[in-house]
């Protein structure tokens, strides 16, 4: 009987093609995804650039900044709508009413792309809100009041020239992960509580040390709406660096913490008084973010 050669894998070899092939995704797949958030976080710094637009171009028409709250509880965002080319939904809100009325209810319902960071890979129905605007630092503190990009209605309205140290180190928005349902505890998220007010000026790098010491949660969303100003909805502050704790102070919301936050690898981007946007690492001293 004649034999027949024939040629064929072991299975050694097999196992080394597929061991080369596990390696290869092991490299490339971390690579693939440092790719697709580089992407991600360019587009949610685009979404900021295009919020500064919206606020120049307002300052052109209105010779101000927007506050970061009216006198109805509309917030910096629904102000700007019909110079970030949201005419239509500006026109479908009933300013004869507060912002939370509810006939301003199908309104606020609508989620803009531009207000949502695609780096979130937890964003939900309810979350509307990932951009918000400065107000300063140690809002609501005898010391320190109405010092941000945004001031409330008590100050006298503000125009960009205001900012003495120079609109390219002048924060004007930044990023803030809004909470979930059910909550994670992740300390970006979550609203934390402060158990005992502490409001007088020499109380305030304490209060914000019992803040990022804080396990109490203080059953608070935020980020839910963007129609509405204040903090919790479109306001931050600078009293504590990026990607820490918010919290409130006792059960003061105006005196509290509200912290820059994201998804971004180490950091948060954030919008200056001159347009620009730059990266901030979380690790930035905090006497340089105040």
């Known amino acids: 009987m004649s034999r027949s050669n024939r040629k064929g894998v ?31 976080r360019m587009s949610c710094a685009n979404h900021l650039k295009q919020i500064a637009l919206g606020l120049g171009n307002y300052e052109s028409s209105v010779r101000v900044l927007p506050l970061s709250v009216n006198g109805d509880g ?5 102000m700007i709508l019909p110079y970030l080319d949201q005419r239509t939904l500006y026109d479908s809100m009933n300013f004869n009413h507060s912002a939370d009325d509810a006939r301003n ?50 100050s006298r309205p503000i125009t960009t020239s205001d900012c003495v140290d120079g609109t390219s180190v002048t924060a004007a928005f930044s ?22 007010p502490l409001r007088r ?33 479109t306001n931050y502050n600078h009293d504590i660096v990026p990607n820490q704790k918010s919290c409130t102070n006792g059960t003061l919301v105006q005196q509290g913490a509200w912290s820059a936050s ?27 973010w105040r």
Do not use: M
């Open 10 to 40: 072991t299975l050694i070899e097999a196992l080394v093609v597929i061991t080369i092939i596990g390696i290869l995704i092991a490299i490339l797949l971390p690579a693939v995804q440092i790719a697709r958030e580089s992407s991600r």
């Open 74 to 78: 509309y917030s910096i965002h629904a």
């Open 105 to 154: 209810t199908t309104s606020a319902r609508i989620i803009l792309n531009l207000f949502i960071c695609p780096s979130d890979s937890r964003v939900n129905i309810s979350s509307k809100n990932y951009y918000l605007g400065n107000r300063g630092v140690g809002y609501g503190n005898d010391e320190h009041n109405n010092n941000g990009y945004i001031v409330t209605p008590e």
């Open 175 to 196: 990023e803030s992960l809004p909470s979930v349902s059910p909550n994670e505890y992740n300390i970006k998220r979550e609203v934390y509580r402060v158990e005992y």
């Open 201 to 233: 000026p020499e109380e305030f790098d304490l209060f914000t040390i019992k803040c990022i010491q804080s396990k109490i949660l203080a059953g608070l969303p935020k980020g839910q709406e963007w129609i509405q100003g204040d903090f919790l909805f």
């Open 262 to 288: 994201s998804d971004h690898n180490s950091g948060v981007n954030c919008l200056f008084a001159d347009g620009h946007v730059s990266f901030i690492k979380e690790s930035i001293a905090l006497k340089i």
